[in-house]
């Protein structure tokens, strides 16, 4: 699982501290100005799928580029497991990668986070090797965006609507 949290303990303690005072007025806010501005970042800045695969490897038996792997034992594993499905290449894309983005927001234990929870059949997380730190060179190839930069751009920018969204809260509920 692809995973970015953000612990920022000075805006999120006071809005852990108006979470006992006025629980649903502060997770509503966070949830409908935090939570959606991330998702629509994400939506558009990390989601997207790029173009067809791009076979950038050494040529192949019929002289044609191959896909490029990081590894022969990656090459191997692929394999295996789309032939356990009987699968038979090139692989089709699910969607599931761009489906599996979600925002976690834990104003309980201060924590703002970005996760990616796509799986294959055999249940392992992959966002890691598509767009995260441990990106394959194929992934590359095609166009998939390393998304660890964008994500961090994406908690700051929230970060900052938080703490504008603290002033906001606070006059609506009368806690000032």
Same mark, same amino acid.
């Given at each position: 699982? #692809? /995973?970015?949290?953000?612990?920022?303990?000075?805006?999120? @303690?006071?809005?852990q501290d108006?979470?006992?005072?006025?629980?649903?007025?502060?997770?509503?806010f966070v949830q409908r100005t935090v939570a959606?501005?991330?998702?629509?970042?994400?939506?558009?800045?990390?989601?997207?799928y790029p173009g067809p695969v791009v076979y950038a490897g050494p040529p192949g038996k019929n002289g044609q580029p191959t896909y490029r792997w990081k590894s022969p034992a990656q090459r191997r594993a692929f394999f295996a497991k789309m032939s356990?499905?009987? #699968? /038979?290449?090139?692989?089709?894309?699910?969607?599931?990668? @761009?489906?599996?983005?979600d925002v976690v927001l834990d104003l309980t234990n201060l924590v703002i986070g970005i996760v990616n929870n796509a799986q294959d059949p055999f249940?392992?997380?992959?966002?890691?090797?598509?767009?995260?730190?441990?990106?394959q060179p194929g992934h590359q190839d095609t166009g998939w965006i390393e998304t660890q930069d964008p994500i961090l751009n994406i908690l700051i920018d929230a970060l900052g609507i938080l703490e504008e969204a603290w002033y906001d809260i606070i006059s609506f509920e009368g806690l000032a």
């Open positions: 699982m #692809l /995973e970015a949290t953000f612990k920022a303990p000075e805006i999120l @303690g006071a809005y108006q979470l006992k005072r006025a629980p649903r007025t502060v997770e509503t959606g501005y991330i998702r629509q970042r994400i939506a558009s800045e990390v989601a997207p356990a499905l009987g #699968l /038979e290449p090139p692989y089709q894309r699910t969607g599931a990668y @761009g489906k599996g983005w249940g392992t997380y992959y966002a890691e090797f598509v767009g995260g730190p441990f990106q």
